[in-house]
């Protein structure tokens, strides 16, 4: 039987879900992250999060080989090559949408 949120009607299969998401609207998020204090409602999340702060970036780039965190991040950077609006610095690996934002980087 599905469990229902009362402040916007979400269902979750499992109670302990429910409970998890209502801190959500509660705007308690107690996992926080020891390096620059972003705070998650959880542990999961906080876990992912860290990956930033690292030097593990296990998705690469096809195109340019540049990594990311975050599989989201790759596929918002992979669509830039694709469209033609991604110009990236050598050096760094920053992509910018112009050619005249890269050289003035």
Same mark, same amino acid.
């Not at 469990?3 to 979400?10: F, G, I, M």
């Not at 926080?32 to 906080?46: D, I, N, P, R, Y």
């Not at 830039?80 to 003035?104: I, N």
């Given at each position: /039987? ?5 402040? #916007?009607? /979400?269902?979750?299969? &499992? ?26 409602? &959880? ?29 989201? +991040?790759? /596929? ?12 990236? #610095?050598? +050096? ?10 890269? /050289?003035?980087?």
């Amino acid at each position: /039987k599905p469990h229902s949120c009362p402040h #916007c009607n /979400k269902l979750f299969k &499992q109670p302990s879900h429910l409970q998890t998401h209502l801190l959500t609207h509660q705007g308690t998020r107690p996992h926080k992250c020891g390096v620059c204090s972003k705070a998650f409602t &959880q542990t999961s999340h906080l876990k992912r999060h860290m990956l930033l702060h690292t030097d593990i970036k296990p998705y690469s780039c096809r195109f340019c080989g540049r990594g990311f965190a975050y599989p989201s +991040e790759l /596929k918002a950077h992979e669509v830039k090559h694709e469209s033609g609006r991604c110009h990236v #610095c050598v +050096e760094c690996g920053l992509d910018f949408s112009t050619l005249t934002q890269l /050289k003035r980087h």
